[in-house]
Every structure is written in C-alpha cells, then in structure tokens.
C-alpha cells in the first residue's frame, strides 16, 4: 500500500492517537486489510477510528483528484488544515464517534 499512511502520521500527533503506528502501515497489501486491521486493533474506539480513518481517506482523495485534473499542489499543512476543518464539520453534523477523538486535538 505504500509507507507512511498518508496524511495520518501528523493526525496522530493532533490528536495524540500514540498506539497509531503509521510506519507499520507499509505491510499492507490491500485497503481492506489496512483498514480492518486498524480499526479492530482499537475495539474500544473503533467506531472514532473508522469515521477519522474515513474521514482523512476522503480528504486525501479530494486533494488527489485537485492535483490530478487541475493540476494544483497542495502544501501537506494546508491539507492538515482541511482534515482539521472537515473533522469539525463532522461533528457539527452529528460525528459524535469522531466527536470522542476530536476534544482533545
């Protein structure tokens, strides 16, 4: 799948998520497996998980698809900013799973 995990490494740090291993993340053959694995190894949170894993899933794609037909870069903090902002209009929109990971960032 490629190392990193995107935009989650910075996400982590946001939101001190300090069993979040993105480094590991490379293993993964497939999305599928990414993404059950993740969210099942934090059973009691793994409804905020999977909602912030769609979440930033779905900013990342949005700034890919700006890069790809309009041909515009995006600076990394200028899209934490956006994952920063889409959280918040999550929970105004009744994320409340989200809502238990956002307090604190």
């Known amino acids: 799948m490629g190392g ?4 989650l490494p910075i996400v982590k740090d946001w939101l001190q998520l300090v069993d979040f291993d993105p480094d590991s993340w490379s293993d993964f053959d497939d999305v599928e ?3 059950t694995t993740i969210a099942f190894a934090h059973e ?5 998980i ?6 930033v899933t779905w900013v990342l794609w ?3 698809n700006t890069g790809t037909f309009n ?3 995006t600076m ?15 929970v105004l929109a009744g994320a ?10």
């Open 50 to 55: 999977a909602s912030l894993l769609m979440l």
């Open 62 to 64: 949005k700034e890919r």
């Open 71 to 73: 041909n515009v870069s």
């Open 76 to 90: 990394p903090t200028i899209i934490f900013d956006k994952i920063k902002l889409e959280s918040r209009t999550w």
């Open 4 to 7: 990193g995990g995107g935009g």
């Open 44 to 48: 009691s949170q793994r409804k905020s």
């Open 96 to 105: 409340k799973h989200l809502c238990t990971l956002i307090l604190g960032g």
């Open 33 to 35: 497996h990414w993404w």
